[in-house]
């Protein structure tokens, strides 16, 4: 199975800078399988990007995606205060299970 | 738009089993894939398994939990209904439905993702 980690835990900024975030999986996954969602309190995931780097409609421009093989990169520029959240990434595969998690990036407010 | 939402019990016996529904409105389940997903109380998301819609009917499941769960849809209610036998604590968590997309690109390549979630269900083992 394969097993994507994200790093770090928990990134600590101030609103107007910009967030990397990482997701690196244990073997190589398809740019069409690696997706990221952003889930605040109390709420279900948030669909923000798909296929690595495609934004899902009505996500701002300023989140971007990017990445290949066994290394995936999620950007905010500019942060914005509503961006302050937990970020999880998300590959597919049909062996064995469908698809995993990783257990997610903490974006909090410095 | 479409609107998904869990119900069933809050609280289950340990080694009786949880049911949950997934009431789908706005759009007809038919042809598409639809997941339970479920989160931990440390935070961590696990994927349980699929329902695709369609005639027939095809499910796929977590190897992990294969052995006691059933996810099933009636298209007559609009509704995907998910059954997990034996329970334990370790069960405890909240329950998310998704529609679970399969977008093709190609003819060899598909998109993937979950791209509407209903509110969740907090269901604990005790």
């Known amino acids: 199975e394969i097993t994507l980690t994200q790093t770090p835990g928990t990134l600590s900024l101030s609103p107007g800078e910009r967030a990397t975030l990482s997701c690196t999986a244990s073997?190589?996954?398809?740019?069409?399988?690696l997706v990221w969602y952003q889930q605040k309190e109390g709420q279900a995931p948030r669909l923000l990007i798909y296929?690595?780097?495609t934004r899902a409609p009505g996500i701002p421009d300023r989140f971007s995606g990017s990445g290949s093989g066994t290394d995936f990169i999620l950007t905010i520029d500019r942060l914005e205060p509503e961006d302050f959240a937990i970020y999880f990434c998300?590959?597919?595969?049909?062996?064995?299970?469908?698809?995993?998690f990783g257990q997610g990036t903490r974006l909090e407010i410095k | 738009q479409l609107f998904l939402h869990e119900s069933g019990p809050g609280l289950v016996n340990p080694s009786e089993t949880l049911s949950l529904t997934c009431s789908v409105s706005g759009g007809r389940i038919g042809g598409s894939f639809w997941s339970w997903v479920r989160q931990f109380p440390g935070g961590g998301l696990e994927w349980l398994g699929y329902v695709y819609v369609n005639y027939p009917d095809g499910t796929n499941y977590n190897p992990s939990l294969k052995s006691r769960l059933t996810i099933s849809a009636d298209v007559s209610k609009n509704q995907i209904s998910l059954h997990l036998t034996s329970v334990t604590a370790a069960d405890s968590a909240v329950y998310f439905c998704?529609?679970?997309?399969?977008?093709?690109?190609?003819?060899?390549?598909?998109?993937?993702?979950?791209?509407?979630w209903g509110k969740g269900i907090s269901v604990s083992v005790s």
């Open positions: 073997q190589s996954v398809s740019t069409t399988s």
């Open positions: 296929a690595t780097s």
């Open positions: 998300q590959q597919y595969s049909d062996s064995p299970s469908r698809c995993t």
């Open positions: 998704a529609r679970d997309q399969t977008e093709r690109v190609s003819k060899w390549e598909y998109n993937y993702y979950m791209d509407v």
